[in-house]
């Protein structure tokens, strides 16, 4: 396994539109985080799923937000009528729910949004 | 919700030099990583530490869960260690993980 895989590195997308980042990661793991930073600050929490359940959501994430995990595997971030202010990285994350939790974190999506 | 302290924010060595980073956290935690960030954005793992102590080579850290702290030690420090090193933080009762704002460290040659 080569660890946490998100795609694609880097996007850049006009105000309005809509985006869609993926998640793959590490096979055995069953927890999967979602993350955003922007520049100077630490990775504020989104969401995060256990298998392909939901289990909680940020404030930070508004109905222009959704992310899901449909088989419990792979997780999609997707943006709605992006805005400028939804400029960051954004990082996801996995790792297991039992014994060592220790988790690993992909190389992040850049999203601009001019 | 959790707080979670990071300490100092900013951080400035001469190649050689030790170092001490801080964490302090709120609340009890089932979980504390210790992570670098690289100059691309990747978080690199350093340390899962929810307690006790542990080295890896010139870096080691301690963590009292007790008195919810923990502590990134760095010794002879080179300009490769240069960067953000964040502590995050799961929490007893609930599985999500937090943040802290960081330190960024910077090693003069």
């Known amino acids: 396994d080569t660890g946490v895989s998100q795609n694609p590195r880097h996007k850049i997308t006009k105000r309005g539109q809509n985006v869609t980042f993926r998640c793959d990661p590490i096979?055995?793991?069953?927890?999967l985080y979602w993350y955003r930073q922007t520049l100077g600050q630490g990775p504020e929490f989104l969401t995060y799923f256990q298998n392909e359940a939901q289990l909680e959501k940020s404030r930070l994430l508004s109905d222009r937000f959704s992310a899901e995990r449909p088989k419990g595997s792979f997780s999609t971030l997707e943006i709605q009528r992006t805005e400028q202010g939804d400029s960051a990285m954004y990082l996801c994350?996995?790792?297991?729910?039992?014994?060592?939790?220790?988790?690993?974190f992909g190389q992040g999506t850049r999203l601009t949004v001019v | 919700g959790i707080q979670v302290e990071q300490s100092p924010p900013d951080l400035i060595l001469q190649e050689g030099a030790n170092s001490t980073l801080r964490c302090n956290f709120s609340?009890?935690?089932?979980?504390l990583q210790w992570f670098h960030q690289n100059p691309w954005g990747q978080l690199i793992n350093l340390f899962y530490?929810?307690?006790g102590t542990k080295q890896n080579g010139r870096l080691s850290a301690t963590t009292v869960a007790t008195e919810r702290y923990s502590l990134l030690y760095i010794s002879s420090s080179q300009t490769t260690d240069s960067g953000v090193y964040f502590c995050a933080v799961e929490l007893n009762n609930n599985n999500d993980m937090r943040f802290g704002a960081g330190t960024r460290l910077t090693v003069k040659p």
């Open positions: 609340d009890s935690v089932n979980n």
């Open positions: 096979s055995e793991h069953n927890r």
């Open positions: 530490i929810p307690s």
């Open positions: 994350a996995s790792s297991l729910s039992w014994g060592v939790t220790e988790a690993f």
